[in-house]
């Protein structure tokens, strides 16, 4: 079966400081993956997906970045993290079967910038 | 561009109660349309999935239909449950290959013992 990993599960940062989230697929090779934000009170928002290694598409500008380093492994990073940087970020897969494609959600990471 | 809502925001039943939440989309162009349970500080799991082919999906008490053409979805769920408590995302598909989500803000659903 296929499993999605995040980590850290929370994280509190100052303004101005660096941020590397990592999540992790396993079970499955070559997904779609994805990074979504969701600030309080407010829906989900596509930041980044990826089709492959080092194949990245940005939704929206912004002070964040994205990296495919190996199939199963999507990074989210910022050189200087600001306040509106808050949230909750969720990384999702999709499942390909016969018949169609389906979403999967990691956990999450709460990220507090203070 | 696609715009997906949920009405209403928040929603309080006494447990036993039958339900229907809404959501609704502007383009009709839609490959499938998942519905996501989120309990608080959680990620999303996913409930139900119909293909735009489809008018119906049913798990246990829980059965979402489909009307592409009016870019209307329900979710039905039956003889609710505390533990049913939580926010409905639904969210559609446009197309196979990115695979991009555009998701609606969520219902928050209580169910009062």
């Known amino acids: 079966s296929q499993t999605i990993h995040q980590w850290p599960a929370t994280l509190v940062q100052p303004v101005g400081s660096p941020l590397s989230l990592e999540c992790t697929v396993e079970?499955?090779?070559?997904?779609?993956l994805y990074w979504y934000r969701q600030a309080a009170g407010r829906g989900l928002q596509l930041l980044f997906y990826?089709?492959?290694?080092?194949?990245i598409s940005s939704e929206v500008p912004q002070n964040l970045s994205a990296s495919r380093p190996q199939d199963r492994q999507f990074i989210l990073s910022s050189k200087k993290l600001l306040l509106s940087d808050s949230g909750f970020y969720l990384c999702?897969?999709?499942?390909?079967?016969?018949?169609?494609?389906?979403?999967?959600f990691g956990p999450g990471t709460r990220l507090t910038v203070t | 561009k696609q715009e997906v809502t949920q009405i209403p925001a928040a929603l309080s039943v006494p447990e036993g109660e039958n339900l229907v939440l809404n959501c609704s989309f502007t383009?009709?162009?839609?490959?499938?349309l998942q519905w996501f349970r989120q309990d608080p500080g959680k990620g999303l799991t996913s409930l139900l999935l119909?293909?735009?082919?489809?008018r119906e999906q049913t798990s246990g008490r829980l059965n979402a239909s489909l009307d592409k053409s009016s870019g209307r979805s329900t979710l039905y769920i039956a003889a609710s449950q505390p533990g049913d408590s939580a926010t409905y995302l639904c969210?559609?598909?446009?197309?196979?290959?990115?695979?991009?989500?555009?998701f609606g803000q969520g219902t928050t659903l209580q169910v009062k013992p």
């Open positions: 119909i293909q735009s082919s489809q």
């Open positions: 969210a559609v598909r446009r197309s196979s290959n990115t695979g991009k989500l555009i």
């Open positions: 990826s089709v492959g290694i080092g194949q």
């Open positions: 383009d009709s162009a839609i490959y499938n």
């Open positions: 999702a897969w999709t499942k390909t079967t016969e018949f169609t494609y389906e979403q999967y």
């Open positions: 079970g499955t090779s070559n997904p779609n």
